[in-house]
Nanobody, 125 residues
Framework: VQLQASGGGLVQAGGSLRLSCAASGQFFNSYTMGWFRQAPGKEREFVTA????????WYEDSVKGRFTISRDNANNTVYLQMNSLKPEDTAVYFC???????????????????WGQGTQVTVSS
């Protein structure tokens, strides 16, 4: 599967952005989908993930209540709605696909097999 992330940009603190990740290829609903982010000088970190059907979601503590992940399996797309953005959310955001886990989540980027190219999110104070 090939992934294409989009929707990043520059926003003021307190603002919102919606990221999209479009997947090409078959069997999109066979992948748990995740979003990761990487700030300059830092390691890539887990943000959120959604199960194959969309029934289960997982969030990193700092984004709970502000970010929402969703997916549209008919259109092979996963979304990340980001509200109440903070300067510390500034990073390159990546979408990723995990073909292995069905009912659990992988928090390490090493456990995801496919990656999008990343989209820059910058939150100004």
């Amino acid at each position: 599967v090939q992934l294409q992330a989009s929707g990043g940009g520059l926003v003021q603190a307190g603002g919102s952005l919606r990221l999209s990740c479009a997947a090409s290829g078959q069997f999109f609903n066979s992948y748990t989908m995740g979003w990761f982010r990487q700030a300059p000088g830092k390691e890539r970190e887990f943000v959120t993930a959604i199960s194959r059907s969309g029934a289960n979601t997982w969030y990193e503590d700092s984004v709970k209540g502000r970010f929402t992940i969703s997916r549209d399996n008919a259109n092979n797309t996963v979304y990340l709605q980001m509200n109440s953005l903070k300067p510390e959310d500034t990073a390159v955001y990546f979408c990723a696909a995990d073909p292995v886990r069905r009912y659990s989540v992988a928090y390490s980027p090493d456990q995801y097999d496919y990656w999008g190219q990343g989209t820059q999110v910058t939150v100004s104070s």
